[in-house]
């Protein structure tokens, strides 16, 4: 009986141990998956970018032109959502891209130029 106890302790050790190196397994190949990601990202977006401009598509410009009434009308907040609704990007490129625009703005109207 002393016998069963004991393979039992190691059957029950042995899964805890399997449980933990498929565990471990998975972490690293995620952690691939994610670093493969990371390389391609930037070449993906490169390669949209030069089809974009092949094709005389620039969303930045769009994007100039429809943020810019809301930063007429001193909506800020707005102008950065509608900029990231429009670009797809971040928030950080967002607010950089209307604060660009805003200080464009301020320049013509310093130049007496139309906005």
Do not use: C, N, W
Not at 48 to 71: S, Y
């Amino acid at each position: 009986m002393e016998f069963t106890e004991v393979r039992l302790i190691d059957v029950r050790t042995f899964l805890l141990l399997a449980l933990l190196l498929i565990q471990v397994l998975i972490f690293f190949s995620l952690k691939s998956v994610t670093r493969r990601t990371d390389l391609r990202l930037p070449r993906l977006e490169r390669k949209v970018d030069q089809v974009l401009r092949h094709l005389g598509v620039d969303f930045e410009d769009k994007a100039a032109e429809m943020v810019r009434p809301l930063l007429l009308a001193g909506k800020k907040i707005d102008a950065i959502k509608e900029y990231r609704r429009i670009t797809g990007g971040d928030l950080k490129d967002a607010k950089e891209a209307v604060d660009a625009i805003l200080l464009e703005m301020e320049q013509q109207r310093g130049k007496g130029e139309s906005i």
